[in-house]
C-alpha cells in the first residue's frame, strides 16, 4: 500500500492535506506521452491489466471510484503505479439519481449524462478511453470543448476517431467497452481476463513488427491503490 505519513495544514489557511508518497513520474497521461515511442502492443495490455485489476479491487468493495482517468493514475520513481484521488469514491448502494453531473467528460458514460445513477459498468466505459489514449498520446476529444454539445454528441454515439494501426482484436475491446448501453459492456469483473488474453494477440503484433519485447521496456511491476476504507 501507498506509505502514508500523516496530515498537514496548509500556512497560509485552514486547509489539511494528506501527506504520502510522492509518485515521481507524475500521472499515466504524462507517462504515456514521455515513454510512448516504448509503448508496444504488450505493453499497453500488461497497463491495462493492473489498472482493471486495481479497479476491480475497488469494486470488490462495493464501491465506484467516479473520477476514473489517466490523471487519477500515478506513477512513482520505482515504476509502480496507483490508483489515486478519492474525493468522488462512494458505495455503489448509496448512488442515487441527480442532477449533479461529477468527472471529466470524455470519461464520462452515457447513462450518467444522462443523470442515471453510476455503477460499475460506468468504469468500463471510462476504461475504453484510458485504452484510446494509450494508442493516441492525447487525451480523447481534445480538439473539442467540454461542455453540454460534447455530451450531446456522445450521446448521439460520437467516440474518438480509431488511430491509425490500431490492431483490430485491440479495436474491438475497446468497441465493446464503450457500447452505449452498460449490458453491452463486457462485464467489470472480467476484463483483467479479456486484457490477459488480448496479451497473447500483442505478443504476436510486437514479434511480427520487430518491436522490443515487453520483457525490454519493463516500466510498471505493480499497480497499487490507495486504500481509505
Known amino acids: 500500500v ?7 495544514k496548509s500556512p497560509e489557511g485552514n486547509d ?19 515513454f510512448f515511442p516504448k509503448l508496444t502492443w504488450t505493453y499497453r495490455a500488461k497497463i491495462l491489466i493492473e489498472i482493471s485489476k486495481a479497479l476491480n479491487s475497488i ?15 500515478l506513477v512513482d520513481k520505482d515504476d509502480k503505479v496507483f490508483i489515486s484521488d478519492f474525493g468522488l469514491c462512494q458505495p455503489i448502494d448509496s448512488e442515487t439519481v441527480s442532477d449533479k453531473i461529477q ?7 452515457p447513462e450518467v449524462l444522462r443523470c442515471k445513477p453510476y455503477t460499475k459498468q460506468s468504469e468500463v466505459y471510462s476504461i475504453s478511453m ?18 453540454a454539445e460534447l455530451a450531446l454528441s ?21 468497441e465493446r467497452c464503450w457500447n452505449p448501453e452498460p449490458s453491452g459492456r463486457p462485464d467489470a469483473s472480467l476484463l483483467p481476463k479479456l486484457f490477459e488474453e488480448m496479451m497473447e494477440s500483442c505478443k504476436i503484433v510486437d514479434n511480427n513488427t520487430g518491436k522490443p519485447n ?14 481509505f476504507y
Not at 468527472?103 to 458514460?109: D, E, R, S
Not at 515487453?214 to 486504500?227: C, K, S, W, Y
Request: glycine share 4%.
Open 2 to 8: 501507498i506509505p502514508f505519513y500523516g496530515i498537514t
Open 103 to 109: 468527472g471529466v467528460l470524455p470519461y464520462i458514460a
Open 214 to 227: 515487453i520483457q525490454t521496456v519493463n516500466i510498471f511491476n505493480m499497480l497499487i491503490i490507495l486504500d
Open 16 to 34: 489539511y492535506a494528506m501527506v504520502v508518497k510522492h509518485a515521481e513520474h507524475g500521472d499515466l497521461r504524462n507517462y504515456i506521452r514521455k
Open 154 to 174: 456522445v450521446l448521439d454515439g460520437l467516440r474518438p476517431d480509431i488511430i491509425k494501426g490500431t490492431p483490430d482484436f485491440y479495436v474491438n475491446i475497446m
Open 130 to 147: 484510458i485504452m484510446w489514449e494509450l494508442t493516441s498520446k492525447k487525451p480523447p476529444f481534445s480538439n473539442y470543448h467540454h461542455n
Open 59 to 73: 469494486h470488490q468493495k462495493n464501491l465506484v471510484h467516479k473520477d476514473f482517468y489517466c490523471k487519477n493514475i
